[in-house]
């Protein structure tokens, strides 16, 4: 069966076909195109849509909330599709199954079904980018939560009382592990500059990832501790480097992780990049 | 069918026949005995259960990280049970299918099957006693991760850098939201004359008991972040007290989550009180 994947970015928008009667799913068509943030996304949808020929399901993957019924949207980002009814409205026009989800849930069925976490029946995603993204994998299935709002891993307090977070509490793991976080610790100096001159050897920007690395590793094994993984798949725009995966693995494996008696999951990279979102997209449009 | 449930604690050793043709189950009977927290709890086992007459399971809870063959228990409060094949020595001289899960799983089973959370598929167990135990229900399913593990809820830090855990972190949500943080905050004062002069209405412990509620409140929003349950059931010593949830509940629902365009989930008091270790140990050797 041909499913088409798309992952509705702020700036851009890939859609995937995935052909999953090859080797367990095989993207065999891809196309990229602009966003348009404020325009009518459940048009936009049916247009690419209808430009991939014969497809049997959609799967749309979102930055922000999305509700178990695909029909309530909240996000920041994406102004033209907050609160529409969009899988019903997507549906409705193409008379085919559709499924709306959030894009790191996406990410995580990706990586589960055909990348860095395959075989396995209890994993996690977690996309280090501007923000931090999550999605979770529970004996064998997608962890969708009562709402369809589970795998918010960035609204995890690991420091009460500690940074204000946009989203009204103190101390989040987001406002110390993300790309937003890595600047604050670096001063202001933008995200990319401090990685860029950490993989140079500047020594003072080695001490301010090393910090941002052990934030990180705060949360992973707060994660370990509530979810017990075999795999955790680092992924995101920062998440996704090997130089930031490599530093993170070595201290979570050095960290005191509170798992007396117990082996800590493999700490693994994302395999499949920004197509992650659109094949899990894909995927749960076939029913994950 | 006859499901008899265990539930082995430090000092004593609960039991419960379920019956699971009646209503969803109901305890039809029930026996306590003291704990030998060094002798041979297989052998213990076999011998209360044999005194049930004819029972189609056996269900085992322990206060521990049991792993997934019932076959490994790390526990720091029962000698005798430490890393003792005990599911495959019970299983073998009784002839019958026998399951052993941490003793906070069995209560959150207990409380979706025939307690607080029935009728729901997302669910939390959260037991506030001397430590923090926890439990999932994820989807209609046990949440037991790749070991066993899952649900270790109070070794999720929420405060980095704070209060030393006896797990190796510093900050654990245990050291704070507990009896024993509790205790703390009360500068060594126990938790139950703590509580006690709260429900006598002393200022001073007022300001105590809602400080630690407010502990509390932070990690079950953490939670709320992760797994966006239905309901969350809060169970254990002090999580029982009605005075104690109405508290938590009160500035839980005060209190900024971090839940953007969501509806908090219900946070409700445990109906099983003591025996739903048992009862829920129960179910899991039926197959939940």
Request: charged share 20%.
């Amino acid at each position: 069966m041909r499913r088409l994947g798309i992952d509705i970015g702020g700036t851009k928008t890939l859609c995937v076909v995935v052909d999953d009667s090859v080797d367990g799913g095989s993207v065999v068509d891809e196309r990229q195109v602009p966003t348009d943030p404020t325009g009518d996304a459940a048009a936009a949808i049916v247009d690419l849509a209808r430009t991939f020929g014969e497809i049997d399901s959609v799967g749309v993957g979102i930055a922000g909330l999305v509700s178990r019924d695909g029909d309530v949207v909240v996000t920041t980002h994406l102004p033209g599709v907050r609160e529409l009814p969009l899988r019903e409205r997507v549906a409705s026009q193409m008379g085919l199954p559709v499924v709306v989800d959030n894009d790191a849930t996406c990410a995580a069925v990706a990586e589960w079904r055909i990348g860095a976490a395959r075989g396995v029946d209890d994993a996690l995603m977690v996309t280090l980018g501007t923000g931090i993204g999550g999605g979770a994998i529970v004996g064998g299935r997608v962890a969708r939560g009562h709402n369809g709002f589970a795998g918010e891993f960035g609204h995890m307090v690991v420091a009460r009382g500690g940074e204000p977070c946009p989203c009204g509490r103190r101390g989040c793991w987001e406002g110390y592990a993300s790309g937003g976080g890595l600047a604050r610790l670096a001063g202001g100096v933008a995200s990319e500059t401090v990685v860029e001159r950490f993989l140079d050897g500047d020594s003072r920007a080695t001490e301010i990832v090393t910090s941002f690395a052990d934030w990180v590793v705060v949360g992973l094994h707060n994660l370990v501790n509530i979810y017990d993984p075999a795999y955790i798949v680092l992924g995101g725009g920062l998440g996704s480097r090997p130089e930031i995966v490599e530093l993170v693995s070595t201290r979570f494996a050095e960290g005191e992780g509170g798992h007396v008696g117990r082996a800590l999951p493999s700490l693994v990279a994302a395999l499949l990049g920004q197509r992650a979102g659109a094949i899990g997209a894909a995927f749960i449009g076939a029913g994950d």
